[in-house]
């Protein structure tokens, strides 16, 4: 394991040639197909470099461990609005691991990314290591900028194959001062995402919204209302004028735990996330029978927990206009099934030109993806 | 102008004649190539520099696009693409030896889909168009680029436009999805959908904003949203920025984010108010407008937390919008800003650069400095919740050398913009008109790097050329690699 703690360690480690696996605390190692890459350990740049909280930015060491930020920014009344999720519940492994560059390298995001936008749209800059072993910094340190290409977008979820993330630069926002939360009960998938999407069009500014086909013993279709406690009592009103079988959920915070972490889903399959336009959900499950599943994002994403063919769960997300990660498997089944969906091939070598300009000789590409 | 553009290519004006019939061929109706109707093409929302192009094809199919790219890259030709020409900095502007590609006829909203709250529409559609389109059906396309009633979505992809609602609402990358784009070799990709994430790269990501250097889109799918059921302005005078700005910082630091959040200099104030009397008070050193919007509830709550923090701050005036009419009226002295420039100066420079709120004081005091030191008066209109300044610097261009002036006095704000912490462009673009500043932001390692992604999407450096980089180098030069010990890793691999 390489422990580079200066840039200048880092350019030389890369310089000395790949392949080379970046990491930062671990918890998303059991996705992709092992690799025998060296890996770097990227948890000595760590720290918080600029926190000014009425600016929105904060600028901070990408080994830095998330839980770390969290609660930096939480002090502030603030937020990573994206809503990241440590992979530790989903994966195993002890809570707590996962670093801030790893979560923007993945690009994850929790249930709020219906409403407050993906990782991708809260990476205001960064600086890195290429993979031609040369230090760069692209975007900015301010919440608005539209100087040079928007690198930081297309770094943000390339996992680790573009270049080594040490320090990033995030918009941050305020922390919502309450949350509410309304269920529907009993609904089947097509009448819950029927649901979501009717309240997602009113103007009630659902934060969140979210369908369990099994929570405490029946169907739960969720929708969470984050704000000030006026405006919340105030929506929570409006929606239950628009949707009358509409009931308060005291205790929402669990539930939410729950479809963030996907935790109502047998461990024992394994676990897909599919991205398809909202109301191909119920359609994407119902082409794969026998499989066990979550809605979150209003049915934009679906949790699919199921031992079907990957062909036939590709096809499927295909055909419903979306696409499917491998987020758990066996060793086995991860070393014969792509991790990523496989792209159309224009896109595809389109793809590896830009992978390319940035790692020319293909140092982080590690057969991981 | 001194400005530089790529030298021209001799070969390609001499067969400029050839070039127009293959261009006819492809698209016999949209061909422009007399000289008086090439006139409304020589420049874009940047006047003071201007070229006539070469010839101007207006394609109204993607398969007519991408059979214009693919012969002019055959063929050597550069390319321009062009939305409604309203950038700002230069983005369309056209070349001596390049093909003007207009994008106005795609102009059909394709698909509105309620359920999923998106449309689908041509890259020539106006952005208010698509607000225009769906508003019955309680929807609205969020960004809101001033220039929103002439500005195409296809440009606004190109420029990633912001508006004054975008602290809370997000620029045009935060709130398009997806994309069909053709590249300079006439391939036609789909980048992104109607889902919420694209898959592999986020190629989308790095194609808004790109400037028209990465591809020509062809169709774009935006997200919408609910329109807020109510919106609320105030409108807060101070007797000093230092105050105003104080302000602003505790109303984010409270919690909350505007819809928009403006801030005026006396300058400004006085200038706008002389234009539309929208009641500004005249005695204030520094104007804020504050629009809350949301559900009814939650705006009266926030009006009453925002007026607090004001008075708390030592504001001398406060009032409230009592209705939208009135809200507007708040708004038309600061909508009316650049057009009050121009009452009371020939002309006016916009500049567009973004700093860290907190060093406003100092950066509107240094400006001043600035202005005496240039001897052109300066008025300051600023996207306050986001730190994007917008000085309005007034010259004369018919006195010799004023326009010198005043580009360079706006070199020296953007320096310093740079200097504080900030940006050379929080939403015009860099275009032609900040290119040769980009050193001052990016060493050329950070610029080789973004270079690099240019010849990724097109490696002859064909796709509107001369724009966002200070020196276009041939892809080749920036592609060595370094090589360690005289051995490739992974020496099986091929390498061309």
């Known amino acids: 394991m390489l422990r580079p703690s200066t840039i200048g360690d880092l350019c030389e480690i890369v310089a000395d040639g790949g392949p080379l696996r970046l990491r930062g605390g671990g918890s998303k190692d059991a996705i992709g197909s092992s690799t025998e890459a060296a890996v770097v350990d990227m948890r000595g740049f760590c720290g918080v470099a600029d926190y000014d909280p009425p600016e929105l930015v904060l600028t901070v060491g990408a080994g830095t461990p998330l839980a770390e930020v969290e609660a930096l920014v939480a002090a502030e009344r603030q937020m990573l609005a994206f809503d990241p999720v440590d992979h530790a519940h989903l994966l195993g492994g002890e809570p707590g691991r996962a670093t801030i560059g790893g979560i923007i390298a993945a690009g994850v995001a929790g249930p709020a990314r219906l409403s407050r936008g993906a990782a991708r749209d809260h990476v205001l800059g960064f600086t890195a290591v290429s993979g031609r072993g040369e230090a760069f910094v692209a975007g900015a340190k301010v919440v608005k900028n539209v100087t040079g290409y928007d690198l930081p977008k297309l770094v943000t979820g390339s996992w680790g194959r573009l270049a080594a993330l040490t320090q990033v630069t995030l918009k941050v926002l305020p922390a919502p001062e309450t949350s509410g939360t309304v269920v529907l009960r009993g609904q089947d998938a097509a009448h819950a995402q029927g649901a979501m999407a009717r309240a997602m069009g009113t103007a009630a500014e659902v934060s969140a919204a979210a369908h369990l086909p099994d929570w405490d013993g029946g169907a739960v279709t969720a929708l969470r209302l984050d704000g000030f406690a006026p405006s919340v009592r105030g929506r929570i009103e409006r929606l239950k004028a628009e949707i009358p079988a509409l009931e308060v959920l005291e205790d929402g915070a669990r539930l939410w735990e729950a479809v963030r972490h996907a935790t109502t889903l047998p461990r024992s399959r394994p676990l897909w996330r599919c991205i398809v336009p909202a109301r191909q959900a119920p359609v994407l499950v119902d082409a794969l029978p026998g499989s066990d599943w979550l809605f979150d994002w209003a049915g934009g994403l679906v949790w699919l927990a199921t031992e079907a063919d990957p062909a036939l769960v590709r096809s499927a997300a295909e055909a419903a206009g979306g696409h499917a990660m491998l987020v758990r498997a066996s060793a086995v089944m991860r070393a014969a099934v792509p991790a990523l969906h496989p792209q159309p091939a224009p896109l595809a070598a389109l793809e590896e030109r830009v992978r390319r300009a940035f790692d020319p000789a293909g140092v982080f590409e590690t057969g991981r993806f | ?496």
């Open chain 2, 1 to 496: 102008m001194a400005l530089c553009m790529p030298e021209p290519d001799a070969g390609v004006l001499a067969r400029r004649g050839a070039i127009v019939a293959a261009l006819r061929r492809i698209v016999p109706d949209g061909v422009i190539d007399d000289g008086d109707c090439l006139a409304p093409y020589e420049c874009d929302g940047l006047t003071a520099y201007r070229q006539r192009p070469m010839v101007v094809v207006l394609p109204e199919t993607t398969a007519q696009v991408a059979a214009v790219l693919a012969w002019c890259q055959a063929n050597g030709v550069k390319v321009v693409p062009r939305g409604a020409g309203t950038s700002l900095s230069g983005g369309a502007l056209p070349l001596v030896d390049g093909v003007l590609l207009g994008m106005a006829r795609f102009n059909r909203i394709l698909e509105v889909d309620y359920p999923e709250r998106v449309a689908v529409v041509q890259p020539g559609v106006t952005n208010l168009a698509i607000t225009r389109a769906v508003e019955d059906a309680g929807l609205y396309y969020a960004p809101d680029p001033s220039s929103q009633i002439a500005c195409t979505i296809g440009g606004n992809v190109a420029e990633n436009s912001g508006g004054v609602h975008c602290l809370k609402y997000g620029l045009t990358s935060n709130n398009v999805l997806g994309v069909e784009l053709v590249t300079m070799e006439g391939e036609v990709l789909r980048l992104g959908g109607k889902g919420l994430e694209p898959q592999g790269l986020d190629l989308l990501g790095v194609v808004v904003g790109s400037e028209g250097l990465l591809g020509v889109v062809t169709e774009v799918t935006v997200r919408l949203l609910p329109k807020p059921e109510t919106a609320k302005a105030l409108l807060i005078g101070f007797s000093n920025v230092e105050s105003a700005g104080q302000c602003v910082a505790e109303v984010i630091g409270a919690g909350i984010i505007p819809a928009g959040m403006e801030m005026m200099d006396r300058e400004a104030v006085h200038a706008a108010e002389a234009f539309v009397g929208a009641g500004y008070p005249l005695d204030v050193e520094a104007l804020l407008i504050v629009e809350l919007d949301g559900p009814e509830a939650e705006c009266v709550h926030l009006v009453g937390e925002v007026e607090r923090i004001a008075r708390a701050n030592g504001a001398v005036s406060v009032r409230a919008s009592r209705d939208d009419a009135e809200r507007a009226v708040f708004w038309a002295g600061r909508k009316a800003a650049f057009p009050a420039a121009g009452r009371i100066s020939p002309d006016y420079y916009c500049m567009d650069g973004t700093i860290p709120r907190r060093r406003l004081p100092e950066v509107l005091r240094r400006m001043k400095e600035l202005s005496a030191q240039f001897g052109l008066g300066v008025i300051n209109v600023f996207h306050a919740g986001d730190g994007n300044l917008h000085p309005l610097i007034l010259y004369d261009a018919n006195r010799d050398g004023e326009l010198e002036q005043a580009e360079a006095f706006g070199a020296e704000i953007l320096k310093l913009c740079v200097e504080v912490g900030g940006v050379l462009t929080g939403e015009h673009g860099v275009g032609v008109e900040k290119r040769d500043l980009m050193p001052t932001m990016f060493t050329p390692v950070d610029l080789a790097h973004q270079q690099r992604v240019k010849c990724a999407f097109d490696p002859s450096l064909l796709l509107n050329p001369g724009k966002v980089f200070p020196q276009l180098h041939r892809c080749a030069e920036l592609g060595r690699m370094h090589v360690h010990g005289g051995q490739l890793p992974h020496p099986e691999l091929p390498r061309i």
